[in-house]
């Protein structure tokens, strides 16, 4: 007798750091992107949009090696055998593209974009390998008056996007002042190209990880709570003290003290002074309305190694706690700075460019911890579907609904009343619509609060109180229906 061969069933499972997203959520990305876009709007910025591949050599940063470049990017193979990258930022996409048509544009050229992109990095709680950006750069405009203007525009969305002035600050450094420590440290040459790359990702892990974890990515190395071990950089303990105190010069609240720890440190080396100069200058030149969001400090360096001149980076200040009570740490939601050096790549002659990038994802997860009811989703008003010869009836009644701005359905799963309420509560419904035969003939229509009915349940112990109040449950006239139901809406904004 013939074994029966065995179906194959792929196993339903999403790949690591990777996730599916729905309802609310996108909801309330799709509705900060729109706040985001009118600022980068209003301020003259249009908007690009570029292909999720590009070239990897275009994308500058990582190269094919022997076999597939993996360091970083998700990368395949075309089928005239070359590599191509998926975009790991919105940055250097743009570089191509400007450099792909830069007799044709204005200069500067300002444009924002919002689109995905991917790291082919390790996935932790928060960090996903997929994740969405909004960007605004400006192209063809020189320090420092347009990163001046990049500074009070990442205040300005931050502040649109929901998060107060009082709840976050825009973290100024410089590279320069950067390269200023590595002139000190002797790490200036060609030859120190790959060692000062891994100083600066060490030095950028100083909000994270503070001076311990720093002092051992810059030594011997150190191994994270998974048991990972990354490699130290090795530096010699007098280097290690002069980056730790580097990072530690700035004063909170006291932008020109931080500056003048700075010179005091830096001010022998030329690219330190230079660096210094055009961050005073950028705090001059921020409007009053935010000068008290933006502050110079001396750990912000950024890890991406495009940039050339100042670097900037929002920071959330405001405590929050997760689900079961424990204090979160919210840190960074977007970052950017200059990098003149990009579209050189293509063109061969240097020009100015600088820009910020906003984490969205992270944006909108910080703020879900700070208010976790604004997280909760919001389904539409359901009108139930006792009878199915009247289902035209319903359908003009969400049709009502819809026209007068809100979301509303009609059940379409069957005619149990029970199913139909507990459909209605899956789905967050804020009010379900009932019209059964005896409100028809009365000309009448039932609107149950369901959001009202639930905080009432949990503090009513006795049912047949429950069953004769029914607070929550009330008829109205079925011309009445929009009013009513915008009504109940409204108690509940």
């Not at 003048?260 to 921020?286: A, C, H, P, Y």
Request: include cysteine; aromatic fraction near 8%.
């Amino acid at each position: 007798m013939a074994k029966k061969q065995k179906t194959f069933r792929p196993k339903a499972r999403v790949p690591r750091g990777f996730r599916d997203r729905l309802g609310e959520e996108l909801i309330a990305e799709r509705e900060m992107l729109a706040r985001i876009s009118v600022i980068y709007e209003a301020h003259g910025f249009d908007p690009l949009e570029t292909p999720t591949l590009e070239y990897t050599d275009a994308l500058g940063k990582f190269l094919p090696d022997v076999d597939r470049p993996n360091e970083g990017v998700f990368s395949l193979q075309d089928d005239d055998d070359q590599w191509m990258s998926m975009r790991y930022d919105l940055t250097a996409p743009l570089a191509r593209f400007v450099a792909e048509n830069y007799d044709g544009l204005p200069k500067p050229f300002r444009r924002y974009q919002v689109g995905s992109v991917w790291r082919n990095e390790k996935p932790g709680p928060g960090r996903f390998r997929q994740f969405t950006q909004c960007d605004a750069d400006s192209v063809g405009a020189p320090a420092p008056h347009a990163d001046a203007e990049m500074c009070a525009l990442f205040a300005e969305v931050i502040e649109a996007a929901g998060v107060p002035k009082t709840d976050f600050i825009i973290r100024v450094n410089n590279r320069k002042i950067v390269d200023g420590l590595f002139e000190k440290l002797g790490l200036a040459s060609l030859e120190g190209g790959q060692t000062r790359l891994n100083v600066m990702r060490s030095m950028d892990k100083f909000d994270r990880f503070g001076e311990e974890g720093v002092r051992l990515l810059l030594g011997p190395g150190r191994k994270d709570d998974s048991g990972d071990f990354t490699e130290g950089v090795k530096l010699s303990d007098p280097n290690i003290d002069a980056v730790i105190s580097f990072l530690t010069s700035t004063v909170e609240g006291a932008g020109q003290q931080t500056l003048d720890n700075l010179m005091s440190i830096l001010s022998e080396t030329d690219s330190g002074k230079s660096g210094i100069d055009e961050l005073i200058e950028i705090s001059r030149q921020i409007p009053d309305a935010y000068k008290g969001s933006i502050a110079v400090d001396c750990s912000i360096i950024r890890g991406l190694e495009y940039y050339t001149g100042p670097v900037f980076e929002a920071d959330l200040t405001f405590e929050a706690t997760d689900e079961k009570g424990r204090p979160v740490r919210l840190g960074s939601v977007g970052g950017g700075g200059r990098y003149d050096g990009l579209v050189k790549r293509f063109k061969g002659v240097e020009v100015p460019a600088v820009g910020i990038s906003v984490g969205v994802s992270r944006l909108l997860a910080a703020l879900a911890l700070k208010n976790p009811e604004s997280a909760k989703p919001k389904g539409p008003v359901v009108v139930l579907a006792l009878e199915a010869d009247q289902m035209p009836a319903y359908q003009e009644m969400a049709a009502e609904l819809r026209a007068a701005g809100l979301r509303a359905e009609v059940y379409l799963g069957g005619s149990n009343f029970g199913k139909q309420l507990k459909y209605a509560d899956k789905r967050a419904a804020p009010i379900a619509v009932i019209q059964g035969e005896d409100e028809r003939t009365k000309g009448e229509v039932t609107i149950k609060d369901l959001i009202l009915g639930a905080e009432l349940s949990k503090k009513i112990e006795d049912n047949a109180e429950w069953r004769e109040e029914q607070p929550a449950q009330f008829a109205i006239k079925r011309s009445e229906l929009v009013e009513a139901v915008k009504k109940t809406l409204a108690r509940h904004a």
